[in-house]
């Protein structure tokens, strides 16, 4: 399922996906783009993630009952920003299930570090790995609020969206990211 800019969903059979993503990629060889490109952009947006396009969040049910809550973003990504970024799903996924409150544990940050070789055909090919961090939370949805910690979601929702929207990262601060990013992966 994706999600457009309005907030309505749609979904995408396995050979609607194909044709939008062939679409896509024929889109970005005009440009000069690649895939490697679109996902190591400066900074992640509010977006779900699919796999075409790994940065964004997603959303898991774990087998207790509460929901898993990811947010993989590009090098340049601060984790404050996917924290928010988690946090604004979270909230909008328990509106959407018409559940008024909702807390989560703290964010948990790892990093997800691409494949720099491939093979095609017998030959080994150097390419542009895909590097991501990734912040997670469970939360956890109640009607009532009566834990001290719990957030409404429809607000919480709107005050997260607002503020990813307008925020900027300044440069230096996607540089050190970045840098990070790097050093975890191994790539200095």
Not at 145 to 169: C, F
Request: hydrophobic fraction near 35%.
């Amino acid at each position: 399922m994706n999600e457009t800019g309005n907030g309505s969903r749609f979904a995408v059979d396995g050979w609607g996906a194909l044709l939008i993503s062939t679409g896509a990629a024929l889109s970005l060889a005009g440009c000069g783009a690649t895939l490697s490109d679109m996902t190591t952009a400066s900074v992640t947006n509010y977006q779900q993630a699919n796999m075409f396009a790994p940065a964004g969040y997603n959303i898991s049910a774990n087998s207790d009952g509460s929901i898993h809550v990811t947010a993989a973003g590009s090098p340049g990504t601060p984790a404050d920003r996917l924290t928010k970024i988690a946090m604004a799903a979270a909230a909008e996924y328990g509106n959407e299930q018409h559940q008024r409150t909702f807390t989560a544990t703290p964010p948990q940050t790892t990093f997800k570090c691409g494949k720099t070789k491939t093979s095609d055909k017998g030959n080994v090919i150097s390419i542009k790995p895909i590097d991501l961090r990734v912040v997670s939370i469970d939360v956890t949805y109640g009607r009532d609020g009566i834990a001290p910690a719990a957030r409404n979601s429809r607000e919480t929702a709107e005050q997260l969206k607002s503020e990813i929207a307008s925020e900027t990262v300044p440069p230096d601060v996607q540089a050190a990211a970045t840098q990070e990013v790097a050093q975890q992966c191994g790539r200095t």
